[in-house]
């Protein structure tokens, strides 16, 4: 996971003419949103990380509360009383401790970064 | 004395054949020969005698319009007759054409866009052996459409999920993958086109993806796509041979193309492979009477016969086996779950339905998958408690999609089968999500190519899918009740058992 922000350079375009066209996933088509993926690593009910669309300012408590729980309380073992403390954080790769008052923004979250977030044992 | 006039000489079908491409072949002289082909450069492939061109072939246009119409009579004939006798009735179950719904959707289409492509060929390759061989491929490919939307039709008669498939092609998220692979061969030059649909889809990948969907119609009672599929497959072989031939003259060209072609076959094999999850899926999960497992077929029709077999012949020219080739032998015990576990929780945005496999069904997967199945059969454990009391495992929202493949990351690290597999590269300031090492891979060689994929959850958060709810998107997916969800009280599943039981019905005589 060391190399998750690995930074590539361009290669060479093979092309009949000139090729460069943006990223049609691009932050700025989102507005003063962007796109978080939250993978509940060692679940594997479900199957996929979940991609959500949510304001950089918003909170992470809201953040929580608005879009993580009614996701994954669809899980049956999923228990209402669990609050960001019952999970061990991880922001692409690292290690991470978000506080609740702060904003995604503020808290290092990017575009189509990956929250990853285990149950504590 | 008269003499009688000599009849006219008939030609023999090699030379008429030589007559037809050969012959008709002239050197421009008002423009350049880069200016009458100029597509033929760009790709760095060097190419100094197109005549070396072996002509697999060796077809003329009426023999190829004779073999073909002899065969079409053949399959309309079945399909006719299968219309006529309800002939669907006699299907294992109505979930098996869940399997079919998706051959149509995703499958079919891809034969069109392929009849497009080899039509550009059969203009813009310098030599006339490849164009015309191009052009029979061509012509086979609007044939095997136009044949599979036919056969498939009588069942639109009587089943959800069957209409406006051309329409979800275009828009439906699980569609996007077999989609965006062929738009990507597409947008690429003639020879990679070769490599990546003549050789990787036609060679590499052809019996993992037609043989599993062609010998579960036979298991399962599908008459006429059984009757499609032998159609279909005197022109696969000669596709095969295409294919063949394309790779050994890139080969035999120029050494210089050994590591083009090298590429080209890592990204093309795993390109093809991530498309076959949805093949993998099908296979174990769809059919009511199975064939063969994933992983046999694996092992099979690509283990045994392309490594076991090609590339061992390959070797001579350099190249080696695909790149990641590893990751996919590895997969073979949990592909299939994994891609059914995808297609389970979110086929209620789905245009064909799902259901929990039965008692019968898990003994087979126990005998066939002994390492991942006592772990999958925990997520079907809990499912099945789920449902008891009074769930069903539909996902709330949208997951993430893979960069390249595009499908629901949903695949996992092969040395922990349970953890998901997560990766990620950063390019000019912006982060790229990618389901594996091989999807990364290609990501990295062609990063300005891969960042205007059209990715359905982006796309759908953008606004440019309808609405931003779920029954909005399904909407202007072109979806109508009944085609997707759980199959056990859908509307196939309720018309199946009422057609049933009226059958019984009538053999017990009124009163």
Redesign the interface.
């Known amino acids: 996971?060391s190399d998750?922000?690995?930074?590539?350079e361009?290669?060479e375009?093979?092309?009949?003419g000139a090729?460069?066209?943006?990223?049609?996933?691009?932050?700025a088509?989102?507005a003063d949103d962007q796109?978080v993926?939250v993978?509940y690593?060692?679940n594997?009910?479900?199957?996929?990380?979940?991609?959500?669309?949510a304001p950089k300012a918003m909170s992470f408590g809201d953040f929580w509360s608005a879009l993580v729980v009614?996701?994954h309380e669809?899980d049956?073992?999923w228990q209402a009383s669990w609050t960001p403390a019952d999970f061990v954080w991880g922001l692409?790769?690292e290690d991470w401790n978000p506080v609740e008052q702060s904003s995604l923004a503020d808290l290092g979250v990017?575009?189509?970064?990956?929250i990853?977030m285990v149950r504590k044992s | 004395m008269t003499i009688a006039p000599k009849a006219p000489r008939k030609l023999s079908m090699k030379d008429r054949y030589s007559a037809l491409t050969r012959d008709l072949e002239w050197d421009p002289s008002y423009v350049s020969t880069e200016e009458m082909f100029?597509?033929t450069s760009?790709?760095?492939i060097k190419i100094h005698d197109w005549s070396k061109w072996e002509d697999p072939f060796r077809l003329t246009v009426d023999a190829y319009a004779k073999y073909q119409a002899e065969k079409d009579k053949r399959l309309y004939a079945v399909l006719d007759g299968f219309a006529q006798s309800q002939g669907h009735l006699s299907l294992t179950d109505a979930s098996y054409l869940n399997a079919m719904k998706l051959f149509l959707q995703g499958v079919s289409p891809l034969e069109y866009q392929a009849h497009r492509n080899f039509a550009y060929l059969s203009r813009h390759l310098n030599g006339p052996g490849p164009r015309f061989a191009s052009l029979c491929q061509s012509l086979d490919e609007i044939r095997h459409a136009q044949t599979e939307i036919h056969t498939l039709s009588n069942y639109n008669k009587y089943y959800a999920g069957f209409h406006s498939y051309l329409h979800m092609h275009d828009r439906v998220w699980y569609l996007s993958v077999p989609k965006s692979f062929f738009d990507d061969a597409l947008s690429a030059?003639p020879f990679e086109f070769l490599i990546a649909i003549g050789f990787s889809f036609e060679y590499l990948l052809t019996n993992l993806l037609f043989v599993p969907f062609m010998s579960g119609a036979s298991f399962n009672g599908d008459l006429p796509t059984m009757t499609f599929g032998f159609s279909a497959q005197s022109d696969e072989s000669r596709h095969m041979t295409l294919g063949l031939e394309a790779i050994k003259f890139l080969l035999e060209q120029d050494p210089d193309n050994v590591p083009i072609v090298q590429h080209w076959i890592n990204k093309w094999f795993w390109r093809g492979y991530r498309v076959t999850a949805l093949v993998a899926a099908m296979l174990d999960y769809m059919l009511p009477r199975k064939v063969m497992s994933w992983k046999e077929a694996f092992e099979l029709y690509f283990e045994q016969q392309m490594l076991g077999g090609l590339f061992q012949d390959l070797a001579y020219y350099g190249i080696e086996p695909p790149k990641h080739v590893d990751k996919a032998i590895q997969e073979k015990e949990w592909l299939s779950h994994?891609a059914y576990?995808?297609l389970y929780?979110f086929s209620h945005a789905a245009a064909f339905t799902t259901t929990t496999p039965n008692d019968e069904a898990r003994e087979w997967f126990a005998e066939m998958y002994p390492e991942s199945w006592p772990i999958i059969k925990t997520?079907w454990e809990?499912e099945d408690?789920?449902l008891a009391?009074g769930?069903r495992?539909?996902?709330?929202?949208?997951?993430?999609?893979c960069?390249v493949c595009q499908i629901?990351?949903?695949f996992t690290e092969m040395d922990d089968p349970?953890?998901?597999a997560?990766?990620?590269?950063?390019?000019?300031g912006?982060?790229?999500?990618f389901c594996s090492d091989g999807c990364q891979y290609i990501f990295?060689?062609?990063?300005?190519k891969f960042?205007?994929?059209?990715?359905p959850?982006?796309?759908i958060?953008?606004g440019n899918c309808g609405a931003a709810d779920l029954p909005g998107v399904l909407q202007w997916y072109g979806m109508q009740p009944g085609d997707g969800g759980e199959y056990l009280g859908s509307v196939d599943n309720e018309n199946w058992k009422t057609w049933h039981a009226q059958a019984d019905h009538n053999e017990l005589g009124e009163d």
Not at chain 1, 4 to 8: D, P
Not at chain 1, 19 to 27: E, L
Not at chain 1, 44 to 53: G, T
């Open positions: 996971m998750f922000s690995k930074v590539i361009r290669p375009i093979k092309s009949i090729y460069d066209f943006p990223s049609r996933s691009a932050q088509l989102y796109l993926h993978w690593d060692g594997p009910w479900f199957v996929a990380s979940a991609c959500y669309r009614p996701y669809e049956p073992d692409d790769g990017g575009h189509k970064s990956v990853r | 100029p597509f760009f790709e760095g030059g994994q576990w995808i929780q997520l809990k408690q789920n009391n769930g495992h539909f996902i709330r929202g949208l997951p993430q999609l960069q629901p990351m949903g349970l953890k998901i997560q990766r990620s590269v950063i390019f000019e912006e982060r790229y999500n990295e060689h062609e990063p300005v960042r205007q994929a059209w990715l959850v982006h796309q958060y953008q």
